[in-house]
């Protein structure tokens, strides 16, 4: 079975801080995705990133970056310079990157709230 | 952008009174997905539709839900009859692709019964 752990429940920064999300995941499948996904206060989840279990590169996106540390089973985003805007929920999750029969779902983790004060 | 379209936004039912949510997935998207969110948590899968078929409901309350895609265009969920802890978001997702690549979310629904 997949699991995906979000240590933090919240965390409150101020603006311009940098704030470190952590995630750990669990699975037994050999090829798998990984997910970050942003939910502001209108509900719906917004695609931030995946990569693939093969691809261990770091990734750097504007102000966002992740490290996915295979050995670990972690990969963890970083907002750096937060801005009051970032203020989420942030949700880390996990599929399988192999087509089953029985589909394939995203397995999320319990979500780390960010806020960014002024 | 294209986007997943849900309705109602928010929903108030009583207790054992029934109550259904649509979705209308990106054109063009085959495999469409029912989660549902407990405040706090993280979303949960309830069902997986690929076209009109359903291949994945293994933790969908078969007693109570009740999820159809006729066309394999839009959906809907039922909740009949509707439970105290049956109150959560419910969240209707698309992909291009089974795989999940990339899923698109909708703004969900809130149910709150009381």
């Known amino acids: 079975a997949q699991k995906v752990t979000q240590a933090q429940t919240e965390i409150s920064v101020v603006e311009k801080e940098d704030v470190t999300l952590d995630c750990v995941y669990e699975?037994?499948?050999?090829?798998?995705?990984l997910f970050w996904y942003k939910q502001p206060p209108s509900g719906e989840l917004v695609f931030l990133i995946r990569?693939?279990?093969?691809?261990?590169q770091n990734e750097i996106s504007g102000r966002y970056s992740w490290n996915f540390q295979k050995s670990t089973s972690s990969f963890n985003f970083t907002i750096t310079a937060s801005q009051v805007v970032d203020s989420a929920v942030y949700f880390c999750?996990?599929?399988?990157?192999?087509?089953?029969?029985?589909?394939?779902?995203?397995?999320f983790g319990g979500g780390t709230r960010v806020l960014v004060k002024p | 952008e294209a986007e997943v379209a849900q309705s109602p936004r928010y929903k108030i039912t009583e207790k054992s009174q029934a109550v259904a949510f649509w979705c209308d997935p990106i054109?063009?998207?085959?495999?469409l997905y029912w989660y549902r969110q407990i405040l706090g948590q993280g979303p949960e899968l309830l069902v997986q539709?690929?076209?009109?078929?359903?291949?994945?409901d293994s933790q969908l309350p078969k007693d109570r839900f009740s999820a159809e895609r006729l066309k394999g265009v839009d959906s809907t969920l039922k909740i009949q009859p509707a439970e105290l802890g049956d109150s959560a978001m419910y969240l209707c997702?698309?992909?291009?692709?089974?795989?999940?690549?990339?899923?698109?979310f909708g703004q969900g629904t809130r149910l709150t019964v009381v």
């Open positions: 539709f690929q076209d009109e078929s359903v291949v994945d």
């Open positions: 054109s063009g998207h085959a495999t």
């Open positions: 990569r693939n279990s093969f691809d261990e």
């Open positions: 997702a698309s992909s291009s692709n089974p795989m999940v690549l990339r899923a698109f």
């Open positions: 699975t037994r499948d050999t090829t798998y995705y």
């Open positions: 999750a996990l599929s399988d990157a192999l087509i089953k029969a029985a589909g394939n779902k995203l397995t």
